[in-house]
């Protein structure tokens, strides 16, 4: 879904880090600071939460071992 192509027109597959690396320069090119992959993480689980998903599906997914994540749900 998330790639990009080198010089060599080869398309190469968007890790995590080169994703948040991308998505922070636009967001400071625009003025409007930078946002960690953990904010997309919280973000997902508000989402989803929102839309009634079970809290225990959200949690497992989210890769949380505890009840934290509820701390920070928006």
């Known amino acids: ?11 190469r597959p968007m890790v995590k880090a080169r994703a ?3 998505i922070n320069s636009i967001l400071t090119a ?3 600071g930078t946002h960690f ?10 989402f989803y ?15 949380w071992k505890s009840l934290a ?3 920070y749900i928006r």
Not at 1 to 11: E, H, K, N, Q, V
Not at 37 to 46: L, Y
């Open 30 to 32: 625009w003025g409007w």
């Open 69 to 71: 994540y509820q701390l």
């Open 49 to 63: 939460l929102s839309q009634k998903v079970d809290p225990e599906v959200v949690r497992i997914a989210g890769r």
């Open 20 to 22: 948040i690396a991308r």
């Open 37 to 46: 992959g953990h904010s997309f993480r919280i973000g997902r689980a508000s």
């Open 1 to 11: 879904l998330f790639s990009w192509r080198d010089p060599a027109g080869t398309p």
